[in-house]
C-alpha cells in the first residue's frame, strides 16, 4: 500500500512559502485533484477566446462611447470615482488596444451548468495553483491542462508583452496585496529558472532614473527592468510608493506595464452591459454569435444599482419584483427573503472591491440589513457603483481532503468555484492551469478560507 503523501504536501506548501508550518488555519488539503468531465474541460479550454473577445470589445465600446459613437453613459459609468490624472494616462493613444495578459473568471459549478460572477485581470492565485499542480504531478497524479501551464505561459505572455526587449522583470507587490507576496515571489523563482533576470519587490523597492526603472536589493547592485507586472489594484495608486514614477517611465515608453492602467478594464459593471438591451447593437457587431451566446448563458443578470430617478415610461431592463417591471430600486428593500436571491457587490476601483469583501448575499441577510445595504449601495453611486446580479447557487458535490494534524482522509461535501487561468499571447487566451475551491456547502459566499479545500483539476477520461 502506497505511503500517505500529507506529510510531503505540507512539508512542500511550507517549502514553497503557500503554508505557515504548524500553523492550524490553512486551507484544507485535497486528496488528488478535482474531477473535471471531459465536456466541462473542453468548455473551460474554449472558454478563454470568448473572454478575450469580450475584454477587447468592453475597451472598444469604453473609447468609442467616449468619442460618442456609442451612448455616452457607458464611459460615464466606467469614470464614477476615478481620478482624472489616470483616466488621462490610461486613454492616452499609445495605449488604445493594450488589454490585460491574464484573465481570470470565477465560475460556479451548478446544476445546469456554469455561472461566471467575476472576472479578474489582476488575480491572485497563479504560484498556489502552479505550486499544486507541480505537487500532485510529483506523486503521480494527472492534473490537467498540465502541471506547469501556468509558469510556462505566464512567461510567454510576458515575452509576448516586451516585444523583444530583455528578460528583465519585476513583479511589484503593495502592502495592499502582501497576502500574495510569497505566492508571488513562488512565481518569480520559478520565472528565473525559465531564463528570466526576474524580481518580486514592493514598490519602494523601485528606483527612477531618466534612463528608466531599477530594482533596489538590499546589499545589490541595483538592476534594470524592462517590464513591470502591477499586483496591485489602481484604487491603491495614491498609497503606491513610487508610483507616479512607473506611470511617468511607462508613459515615456521606458518600462512596459501590464495590466495595463485602465480603470474600465477592472469593473464588474463590465458584467451588466452584455445583458443591456441598448447595447445590442455594439455586441452583434463586435462580438460573433457564439461569443454572445456563451456570455449570456454564463453571466447572470447583472445590473448597475443607479439612484437616478427614471422617466415615468422606463423601467430598468430585465429586472422584475413579484413578476413586474421595476423602475425604483427601493421596491426591492421590501423583499422577502425567497425573494432576495441576489448579490450586491462594489463594482471596483475600492478596497471592498476584491477578494470577498464588499460581497453581500440577499437571502443570507435580514430585511433591515438587506434594505441597509440596498440603501448603501445607492447612496455611494456617485463615489463607487455597486451592481445587482441574480445569485445562482452552486450544485453539491463530494470532496475528499486531509484532516489536519493526523493526515486522516475525511470526506465533505461542498460547492465549488473554478478558476481558471487563460494568459493572452499573440491574440489567443490559452489556459495554463484551473484551480478548484470547494467550501463547505452551507457557505453562500465561495473562497478561499480555512474550511475550503483547493486543488487543480484533472479530467476523467485520462
Not at 68 to 86: A, R, S
Not at 250 to 263: D, E, F, L, N, S
Request: proline share 6%.
Amino acid at each position: 500500500m502506497a505511503s500517505c503523501p500529507y506529510p510531503i504536501f505540507r512539508e512542500t506548501l511550507v517549502d514553497d512559502g503557500l503554508f505557515v508550518a504548524e500553523k492550524e488555519d490553512n486551507w484544507r488539503l485535497a486528496c488528488r485533484p478535482f474531477v473535471l468531465s471531459t465536456q466541462q474541460a473542453k468548455f473551460l479550454k474554449d472558454l478563454g477566446q470568448h473572454l478575450l473577445a469580450f475584454y477587447t470589445a468592453i475597451n472598444r465600446l469604453y473609447l468609442e462611447s467616449l468619442k460618442g459613437t456609442q451612448p455616452l453613459w457607458v464611459h460615464e459609468y466606467f469614470d464614477i470615482g476615478k481620478p482624472d490624472e489616470l483616466l488621462d494616462f490610461a486613454r492616452m493613444n499609445r495605449f488604445k488596444n493594450h488589454l490585460p495578459g491574464v484573465i481570470r473568471p470565477d465560475l460556479i459549478l451548478t446544476d445546469t451548468g456554469m455561472a461566471l460572477t467575476e472576472l479578474d485581470s489582476v488575480p491572485g492565485g497563479i504560484g498556489l495553483t502552479g505550486s499544486l499542480s507541480r505537487m500532485y504531478a510529483q506523486q503521480g497524479m494527472s492534473v490537467w491542462p498540465n502541471s506547469d501551464g501556468l509558469i510556462k505561459k505566464f512567461s510567454r505572455m510576458l515575452k509576448g508583452a516586451l516585444k523583444g526587449q530583455p528578460q528583465s522583470m519585476a513583479i511589484v507587490v503593495s502592502d495592499e496585496a502582501d497576502a500574495y507576496r510569497t505566492e508571488m515571489q513562488w512565481v518569480v523563482t520559478q520565472l528565473v529558472q525559465d531564463g528570466w533576470e526576474a524580481y518580486c519587490v514592493h514598490p519602494r523597492n523601485i528606483r527612477f532614473t531618466e534612463e528608466g526603472l531599477f530594482v533596489q536589493q538590499e546589499g545589490q547592485e541595483d538592476h534594470s527592468v524592462s517590464l513591470i507586472y502591477r499586483f496591485f489594484e489602481l484604487f491603491d495608486l495614491k498609497n503606491i510608493p513610487k508610483g507616479e514614477l512607473i506611470l511617468y517611465s511607462a508613459k515615456k515608453g521606458r518600462v512596459v506595464v501590464t495590466p495595463p492602467y485602465k480603470p474600465w478594464m477592472e469593473e464588474k459593471l463590465a458584467l451588466a452591459l452584455i445583458h443591456h438591451p441598448m447595447l445590442e447593437p455594439f455586441w452583434e457587431k463586435a462580438l460573433s454569435s457564439e461569443t454572445i451566446e456563451c456570455l449570456q448563458a454564463i453571466i447572470p443578470p447583472t445590473w448597475v444599482i443607479d439612484p437616478r430617478p427614471l422617466p415615468p415610461t422606463a423601467v430598468i431592463p430585465g429586472l422584475l419584483h413579484r413578476k413586474h417591471a421595476v423602475s425604483n430600486w427601493e421596491w426591492l428593500g421590501d423583499t422577502t427573503q425567497k425573494e432576495r436571491q441576489y448579490v450586491i457587490k462594489v463594482s471596483g476601483f475600492s478596497e471592498l472591491a476584491w477578494g470577498s469583501r464588499g460581497v453581500s448575499i440577499g437571502h443570507d441577510m435580514s430585511q433591515q440589513e438587506w434594505k441597509n445595504t440596498l440603501s448603501h449601495a445607492l447612496g455611494s453611486f456617485h463615489m463607487a457603483p455597486s451592481i445587482l446580479q441574480a445569485f445562482h447557487k452552486g450544485r453539491v458535490v463530494v470532496i475528499e481532503y486531509y484532516e489536519y494534524p493526523s493526515g486522516v482522509e475525511t470526506r465533505m461535501e461542498g460547492r465549488v468555484r473554478l478558476s481558471p487561468y487563460y494568459f493572452v499571447v499573440d491574440d489567443r487566451a490559452d489556459l495554463g492551469g484551473v484551480l478548484a475551491t470547494i467550501c463547505p456547502k452551507d457557505k453562500k459566499v465561495i473562497h478561499g478560507m480555512r474550511d475550503a479545500v483547493m486543488t487543480p483539476c484533472r479530467v476523467n477520461s485520462e
